[in-house]
């Protein structure tokens, strides 16, 4: 199994971000998956979701300005990320989900810097 997040970047406020996820090495369609991301300094934040029927959720911080999409044909999950403010600036992980609540993978990260 392997995750490999992509698309981070500086950016100022207001501006706007696309996140992927490239999934490898198991039904990528078959999973829940997740965006989490860590600030410096804090834990991590659970940020959004997508099932495997497409239904989506997210944090109250985020909702109106991301928004989450996969492509089950390219095996590529993605984090739209407009209007962005200080506060989003963090490093971003894709997880997959197992079970209910438990995450058994997840990559690298990418850095996501917002500040003018």
């Known amino acids: 199994v392997q995750l490999v997040e992509s698309g981070g970047g500086m950016v100022q406020p207001g501006g706007s971000l696309r996140l992927s996820c490239a999934a490898s090495?198991?039904?990528?369609?078959?999973?829940?998956m997740t965006w989490v991301r860590q600030a410096p300094g804090k834990g991590p934040e659970w940020v959004s979701a997508?099932?495997?029927?497409?239904?989506?959720y997210y944090v109250d911080s985020v909702k109106g300005r991301f928004t989450i999409s996969r492509d089950n044909a390219k095996n590529t999950l993605y984090l739209q990320m407009n209007s962005l403010k200080p506060e989003d600036t963090a490093l971003y992980y894709c997880?997959?989900?197992?079970?209910?609540?438990?995450?058994?993978?997840w990559g690298q990260g990418t850095q996501v810097t917002v500040s003018s």
């Open positions: 090495g198991f039904t990528f369609s078959s999973y829940v």
């Open positions: 997880l997959r989900r197992r079970g209910a609540n438990e995450y058994d993978y």
């Open positions: 997508i099932a495997t029927g497409g239904d989506t």
